[in-house]
């Protein structure tokens, strides 16, 4: 099936033909602006019968979408690991509100408190409900190879810093995706309230309707153990560390 996305031309039996302009993978409403019309039409994927432009059904949920990029995301950087490129890190955490988890490519030194920052590096899960893309000029859908093509030209500087032997990081993350994809992703934050660092890797489902983790205990990554303080956790330690004109809330994802 064809990706839906904003900007996806479709045909609709009473309004013709439309442009999308919003999507919400949740729920399965969209809108749509069709002919000169200035107001939108907001539309249920599964009762109101849309079509691609060119007549294809587009049939809601045959399969659960993912709720966040997080999974897609490991098996990019599996894949650059394989060719060379093992100085790249994916570092995610949890939104204030637990709903949604943030992310975050980055690429050079292996600092977890200290990451710098690239555009179109980082995002959430909860932008991704409504426009399932990266940032770097992908496309919804796009398989792990495209990804990675689709990085390399849009951040070629970027990329070229993630060049290099991470070996003790590279074999933990391969251990990490063996185990949890295409189902379930990684979390490095947790909420101190809950208590002091879990003993193991935090697994969270990337979409609904998926069961419960019952897969083999995961370690943090290397290096991890010598960053935590005992005092606070590392999703509050890491909002001090921001770049200057930065927000928790734009910057972060």
Known sequence: MKPVAPGTVIFHRHRGYGVITAVNLLTGWISARFGS????????LATDEVQHADGEPILFRRRPPDRMPHARLMAMVRELHRAGYQRLY?????RPSGL??????????????ERPWR??????GSDYNFNPVMGWGDTPGEPTEQLVRTLAKFDPQGLAQALGRDEDHTEW???????LLPDYAYTLGWDSRDGPVPPTLPIIPV????????????????????LWTGSRSLVTTRFSVLPAGASTDTAAG
């Open 37 to 44: 019309e200035v107001r939108t039409l907001d539309l249920n």
């Open 90 to 94: 994916l570092y995610s955490w949890p």
């Open 119 to 124: 555009e179109g590096w980082y995002g959430s």
């Open 100 to 113: 949604h988890w943030r992310w975050h490519l980055f690429a050079g030194q292996r600092n977890w408190m």
């Open 173 to 179: 993350f391969e251990r990490v995706c063996a185990a």
């Open 207 to 226: 979409r609904r309707g998926v069961p419960e983790y019952n897969g083999p205990a995961l370690s943090w990554p290397p290096g991890w153990a010598r």
